[in-house]
């Protein structure tokens, strides 16, 4: 992965400050020798480490690992838990489920205990995620919502990065059948083209999601999880990564297990480093493609309604299409231009005067990235307007 990554270059702008370890990282992949003074714990993840041992500060980002680093590898046998000398501090050492995280890393996928509490040591709670996690979510109506997304900026930013990426974007195009302005306007919504990837260290965000934040605590414990294997396999230190509040990585904005999932290395380097355009690019087609998209299909067109019985099929959430267009016009909708597509929804947007879309299989495809109808109505617009920019129609 390369040092000038957005993402990885914010942590490793923050830690510059800390105290260097280099030193010690080797400890992350080879625990040191236990100390004389401290009592191995013979019923882990039991009981409450008293002997804090240095936790293994962030690093700045390391490119690649020597080869007497390697991390370790997960065998195929889940080992049974071993006793390892107390070694859990920071902020989540008195939490007992951390102590249960770190038990089941260990058991279920092999990650040495002294490795994952050294990782741990190291985590301070990020209290602005936390905040961002609980802040509500509803409210905006479709109106207050578009001119987020739909700004000249946003449309010509657009342009931009497809006139830089063409051949990228060509090629991602014909391999996995997903039209090029959707690919651009996911990456412009996300994160503007890439300028704002995130300023959070995933490590810590998810730390603090998966023990801090009960609502969700389940969800986020498995993205740790994920994000734990991810680290591992991308053979980068788990302290390295930047991302969004909950954990989101790269141009796409990649949750971890969509990252493990989906990412692809698009230029063969043996990493899928997200943050660079080649991988990010085709990674984002073959989420779609792996979402059902489907090649020429349409997405949406706006619907004219009469009658009364339309309301009772309008749909202002996500949900996979079911029917027809002639089952459409028995209840009074009529889409206002052709749409290619098997299934269809009738879509409400909420506003001051409410909206009606006919949304086909690829608008549900658009919300398998964010489950919400004006998240992929956004979506839709922006990638019509960028290509409307571009090629004048
Ligand atoms: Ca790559």
Redesign the pocket.
Known sequence: MKIQLAGLMVVGSLLAGCTTVGSQWPWVFAPPAPDADVQPQPNYPAGQSTVVRPPVVMNPPRTTFPQQQQPPVATTTPRQPVNYPAGLGGDYASYPAMRQFIGKMNNKHGFEIAFLEQTFSGVRRDKEALTKAGAPTEGQGWRAYRPIFLTEERINGGVDFWNRHATLLDSATRQYGVDTEYLVAIIGVETQYGKNTGKHNVLQALTSLGFDFPRRADFYQKELEQFLLLSREEKMPPQVFGGSYAGAMGLGQFISSSYRSYAI?????G???LW?P??AIPSVANYFAKNGWKRGGGVAVPAYISGGSYASIAETSAKKPSRSLSELAANGVRPQGAINSAKVSLIKLDGATDEYWVGGENFYAITRYNPSVKYAMAVHQLAQEIRKRKFGF
């Open positions: 290395d698009g230029n063969r380097d990493k899928r480093d660079n080649q991988d």
